[in-house]
């Protein structure tokens, strides 16, 4: 496949304990300079990324709150692809003293095991919402949102198939965007399914793992393998459009 751009998880991926260490930050450095494209892909929330990341100016968009906030770092604008969460929904889990509970643009995030509150309540208000799992976090997010629609929206921003796209995680919530990839990438430390499915397993854990496929991807550009035939497009449900 000819790879134009690196879709990345941060947490357990690019990150290690919620940092980006120095030979990572300098491998995406090379990266970019090639003339290839960043894309960060992340369940977290916006702020507490901008807090921890400094460098995320590094990446051309971020997709984040796991596919429902684009947000591109060049020119500072954000852009929510669904309407922010009901009230009465977040107010019950405050009611219900759920903790910890962020509330996002999009997102609400919280701990296992509040799945179980959490789908109670949203059954009881009839909602049409879903529950992801990020390997002890719980992320609520409307039926439809995962990371493979917001990584298609970032897609579609700077004019890339997902054939010539390397995607690579660690965790539960990276497989749908990671199957929507022309070639999907595993951490050493992720989670066994995540790895029987990817179509590389890097030798090495977290940020070193993806230091290892940029230079693969840097030295022959992935020629070697064939990039996965696109998804239909009805795999991706109800793809959200947006222009930043």
Same mark, same amino acid.
């Given at each position: 496949m000819d790879c134009l751009a690196l879709a990345t998880d941060y947490d357990g991926t690019l990150a290690t304990a919620g940092r980006v260490l120095p %030979? !990572?930050? @300098?491998?995406l450095e090379r990266f970019k300079n090639s003339g290839r494209h960043l894309i960060l892909v992340t369940g977290r929330e916006l702020d507490e990324l901008l807090a921890i990341f400094p460098e995320v100016s590094l990446f051309e968009i971020v997709v984040a709150e796991n596919g429902a906030?684009?947000?591109c770092p060049a020119t500072g604008k954000e852009k929510p692809l669904h309407a922010a969460p009901p009230e009465a929904f977040v107010a019950r889990l405050r009611v219900e003293k759920i903790e910890p509970l962020s509330v996002g643009r999009v997102i609400?995030?919280?701990r296992e095991p509040n799945e179980i509150p959490v789908l109670k309540a949203i059954h009881d208000l009839g909602l049409e919402m879903q529950v992801i799992f990020n390997k002890g976090a719980v992320m609520v997010l409307p039926s439809g949102i995962n990371k493979a629609t917001g990584l298609q929206v970032a897609l579609d921003e700077i004019e890339i198939p *997902?054939?010539?796209v390397a995607g690579i995680g660690d965790a539960e919530n990276d497989h749908a965007f990671l199957?929507?990839?022309g070639l999907s990438a595993a951490v050493a430390n @992720?989670? %066994?399914a995540l790895k029987e499915r990817a179509d590389f397993v890097t030798e090495r854990d977290h940020g070193a793992g993806v230091e290892g496929l940029i230079d693969r991807i840097l030295s022959d550009g992935l020629k070697?393998? #064939? @990039? #996965?035939? *696109?998804? %239909?497009?009805? !795999?991706?449900?109800?793809? *959200? #459009? @947006? !222009?930043?």
């Open positions: %030979p !990572t930050l @300098a491998a906030l684009l947000y609400i995030a919280t *997902p054939t010539q199957e929507w990839c @992720a989670l %066994p070697n393998f #064939r @990039a #996965r035939e *696109p998804l %239909p497009a009805a !795999t991706l449900l109800a793809t *959200p #459009r @947006a !222009t930043l």
